[in-house]
């Protein structure tokens, strides 16, 4: 397996991001030549200097409520597999979640999981909009320009959305190990469930934890849905991924289950 490199890139017209901050979205593996592209809406945990972490512990930013525990990890071992470029975001959600329409409320959160977010109360519609400028748009305008340059070279690309979810949410247990989440194109999505439902030992969510439904869906919906790209979101609990030895079973069985999905000669027809 070649080694991929992650590629930063450096602020523009981002006022709220300051010196010694990093940008607001990595490119890993970008001369990678499969023609997917894998994208982390939730790959980090950091919040700019100037909003003094939020008000936040870093206990707290190290939870679940900040990122998605393992999914950077997860989509850069995914990326290296299939030798395909992934877009990773620089900012925790917690700063403005890069997954929800922006006229959301849960955007920019006030309480997450029982916690309160001193920094995200009372808001002016100034510092919302910085968020958007600095964070939330630079983020996927580099996943446009991905896509755009499959599209410069007649590709038509799948997009993978890859999460994690907590095992425990607001005191309630969820037992899936994965959960695979679509709304009306199931070229990816259903063979996908099935495959890893084969397996005695995974348990899968058809839309679960979370739904894959409109509006529920908005970085698929923005960059796949809208321009028929086959595309899937994929959530693994956090627990089985919070190891690099757990990352790595979990990026095998699912590079072994979408490979021939991927491949498939009716991929591309609707």
């Known amino acids: 397996m070649k080694t991929a490199t992650e590629t930063t890139v450096q602020p523009e017209d981002w006022p709220l991001i300051g010196p010694g901050d990093p940008p607001p979205y990595t490119f890993f593996n970008s001369a990678g030549?499969?023609?997917?592209?894998?994208?982390?809406?939730?790959?980090?945990?950091?919040?700019?200097?100037?909003?003094?972490?939020?008000?936040?512990?870093?206990?707290?930013?190290a939870r679940h409520i900040a990122w998605d525990i393992g999914a950077a990890d997860l989509t850069r071992s995914l990326a290296q597999r299939f030798d395909?470029?992934?877009?990773?975001?620089?900012?925790?959600?917690?700063?403005i979640d890069n997954n929800r329409a922006l006229d959301d409320a849960t955007s920019i959160v006030a309480t997450s999981d029982g916690t309160a977010i001193p920094g995200n109360r009372d808001l002016a519609a100034a510092q919302r909009a910085e968020r958007v400028h600095a964070i939330f748009e630079p983020y996927h305008r580099a996943i446009d320009g991905?896509?755009?340059?499959?599209?410069?070279?007649?590709?038509?690309?799948?997009?993978?959305?890859?999460?994690?979810?907590?095992?425990?949410?607001?005191?309630?247990?969820?037992?899936?190990?994965?959960?695979?989440?679509?709304?009306?194109?199931?070229?990816?999505?259903?063979?996908?469930?099935?495959?890893?439902?084969?397996?005695?030992?995974?348990?899968?969510?058809?839309?679960?934890?979370?739904?894959?439904?409109?509006?529920?869906?908005?970085?698929?919906?923005?960059?796949?849905?809208?321009?028929?790209?086959?595309?899937?979101?994929?959530?693994?609990?956090?627990?089985?991924?919070?190891?690099?030895?757990g990352v790595e079973r979990w990026s095998e069985l699912l590079a072994r289950s979408l490979a021939p999905i991927l491949n498939g000669p009716n991929l591309r027809m609707k």
């Open 146 to 245: 991905r896509l755009e340059e499959f599209r410069r070279r007649s590709i038509v690309p799948a997009l993978l959305s890859i999460h994690s979810f907590t095992p425990v949410m607001n005191g309630n247990a969820r037992p899936w190990h994965v959960g695979v989440l679509w709304d009306r194109d199931a070229r990816i999505a259903v063979p996908l469930m099935e495959d890893l439902a084969a397996s005695e030992e995974v348990t899968v969510g058809d839309n679960l934890p979370y739904s894959g439904r409109h509006p529920a869906d908005y970085t698929v919906a923005r960059h796949a849905e809208r321009a028929g790209l086959p595309h899937v979101c994929i959530e693994v609990r956090q627990d089985l991924i919070e190891t690099p030895q």
């Open 84 to 95: 395909a470029p992934a877009v990773l975001a620089g900012y925790s959600r917690l700063v």
């Open 33 to 61: 030549r499969a023609p997917w592209l894998l994208v982390c809406d939730h790959a980090s945990r950091v919040v700019p200097r100037a909003l003094d972490e939020l008000g936040l512990a870093q206990a707290d930013l």
